[in-house]
């Protein structure tokens, strides 16, 4: 079993089905030489193949959980999309109860 505690590990499933898996993806980068066909070379040729890491477009906002704002790194899309529920700016000189 986890060493994490049973609290613990229910918040980070909770903020991983919030946000999503912010790992990054792994792949490959191609390295090539040569000109292609359709422009008249004989084709390219790879000369070699490095690991790369698709990295998720991040950026550290402030959202409302469980009631309380919190700075957390979330992707963009979700920002776009409009999934996050962020805390209300309140001007700082505004007198209560004024409007």
Do not use: C, W
């Not at 957390?72 to 109860?97: C, H, M, T, W, Y």
């Amino acid at each position: 079993m986890s060493t994490l505690k049973k609290n613990k590990r229910i918040k980070r499933a909770a903020r991983l089905e919030l946000y999503g898996d912010l790992k990054p993806g792994n792949g490959h980068t191609k390295t090539e030489r040569g000109k292609a066909k359709y422009l008249g070379g004989n084709g390219r040729k790879t000369t070699g193949i490095a690991k790369r890491k698709f990295r998720k477009n991040l950026k550290r906002v402030r959202v409302i959980e469980e009631g309380t704002p919190v700075r957390r790194r979330v992707p963009v899309s979700l920002i776009r999309n409009g999934e996050l529920v962020k805390p209300v700016a309140q001007d700082p000189f505004a007198l209560p109860g004024l409007n």
